[in-house]
């Protein structure tokens, strides 16, 4: 893969890097300062090590993220807008079972319109490339 201007990015690499950063941001802010993160969504503070891994992993995550974009890795943003879309499902059922407060699906939204914004510009760029049933 060679590696792209970023001011040459396709509209769905956009995407991706844009939603790249955003995770970066967040997991930047989980390991600095989770507690006053948490508590502008109405979270318990955590004293806990875990809330500080979770931006880790947010960190790794938007590595990949701006990476794929770098490189203009079709098949990443492919596969990208199905994961996204499915942690809005997940952040829910954690509101509904009780686990979390409603304040988290939020954050689901936030990775829905990411995903959708990433299809939309797969199918404006290339429809070629936005996978069917049949190819997935």
């Not at 990015?9 to 997991?27: D, E």
């Not at 875990?50 to 790794?60: N, P």
Request: glycine share 4%; with cysteine; aromatic share 16%.
């Amino acid at each position: 893969m060679a590696r792209v201007d970023s001011r040459r990015m396709t509209p769905s690499a956009r995407s991706v890097f844009a939603f790249g950063v955003y995770l970066a941001a967040l997991g930047s802010t989980l390991i600095l300062i989770p507690n006053q993160f948490l508590a502008l969504f109405a979270m318990p503070p955590v004293h806990d090590v875990w809330i500080r891994a979770m931006g880790m992993c947010l960190l790794f995550f938007s590595t990949y993220h701006i990476l794929a974009a770098r490189s203009e890795f079709v098949p990443f943003f492919k596969w990208s807008v199905y994961v996204r879309a499915t942690v809005i499902v997940f952040f829910t059922a954690f509101v509904v079972a009780g686990w979390a407060p409603p304040s988290l699906i939020l954050f689901g939204v936030i990775d829905l319109a990411g995903a959708l914004w990433t299809r939309r510009t797969l199918r404006v760029w290339a429809p070629a490339i936005v996978p069917t049933s049949r190819s997935v």
